[in-house]
């Protein structure tokens, strides 16, 4: 069962108009449970949730195919923040786990709206496309812990400038591929 073109563009239509509270819910929550030890810049978790976000609002979309491999390099890329900003390991799929309770109500009357079959198949598509974005979140905390023993001899270190400075590089190419998408379908 496949989500229609109508349907997926309602669903899209609703996620972009709310997602200014979509970013602002997320990131508050976020930024709530780690504000006693921050390790990275709470201006860079926002703009990496409101990556997310924008690219969310596309797969919901006609950009779905085309912003699969950013939405997926994004969420590895979230997931690589994840451990650099010292979480445990369970801690990066509950933070993506918010997001899809934050889905859930924002959604919620827009879905229940739609005819049950069109409902149903918006509603796992969603499902699908968050849990493979959990899962290359995953990946990339993964990745970035073994990286991080390998090169630090099993000592981890704290975040510091380059850190930083290639948690901006790889938002600002997911934003540009972004840019580039939504351009193209123009």
Same mark, same amino acid.
Request: one cysteine or more; hydrophobic letters at 45%.
């Given at each position: 069962?496949?989500?229609?073109?109508?349907?997926?563009?309602?669903?899209?239509?609703?996620?972009?108009?709310?997602?200014?509270?979509?970013?602002?819910?997320?990131?508050?929550?976020?930024?709530?449970?780690?504000?006693?030890?921050?390790?990275?810049?709470?201006?860079?978790?926002?703009?990496?949730?409101?990556?997310?976000?924008?690219?969310?609002?596309?797969?919901?979309?006609? #950009?779905? @195919?085309?912003?699969?491999?950013?939405?997926?390099? +994004?969420?590895? !890329? $979230?997931?690589? /923040?994840?451990? =650099?900003?010292?979480?445990?390991?369970?801690?990066?799929?509950?933070?993506?786990?918010?997001?899809?309770?934050?889905?859930?109500?924002?959604?919620?009357?827009?879905?229940?709206?739609?005819?049950?079959?069109?409902?149903?198949?918006?509603?796992?598509? #969603?499902? @699908?496309?968050?849990?493979?974005?959990?899962?290359? +979140?995953?990946? !990339? $905390?993964?990745? /970035?812990?073994? =990286?991080?023993?390998?090169?630090?001899?099993?000592?981890?270190?704290?975040?510091?400038?380059?850190?930083?400075?290639?948690?901006?590089?790889?938002?600002?190419?997911?934003?540009?591929?972004?840019?580039?998408?939504?351009?193209?379908?123009?």
């Amino acid at each position: 069962m496949r989500p229609s073109q109508p349907s997926l563009a309602v669903v899209s239509r609703a996620l972009a108009a709310a997602r200014d509270d979509l970013v602002r819910q997320w990131t508050r929550w976020t930024l709530e449970r780690v504000a006693a030890h921050p390790t990275v810049r709470a201006q860079t978790v926002q703009r990496q949730i409101t990556l997310l976000v924008d690219i969310l609002i596309e797969m919901a979309g006609p #950009l779905r @195919r085309k912003a699969l491999e950013l939405w997926l390099l +994004a969420c590895e !890329g $979230y997931g690589r /923040t994840a451990a =650099e900003r010292g979480l445990a390991a369970g801690e990066v799929v509950e933070e993506l786990q918010h997001l899809r309770e934050l889905l859930i109500r924002h959604l919620s009357e827009v879905i229940a709206a739609m005819p049950a079959r069109a409902s149903m198949a918006s509603v796992l598509r #969603l499902n @699908r496309v968050l849990d493979k974005g959990i899962a290359h +979140a995953v990946v !990339g $905390y993964t990745d /970035t812990l073994v =990286e991080t023993l390998f090169n630090q001899r099993g000592v981890p270190v704290g975040v510091v400038g380059p850190v930083e400075d290639d948690i901006a590089q790889r938002l600002e190419h997911g934003e540009a591929e972004l840019a580039r998408l939504r351009q193209e379908s123009r």
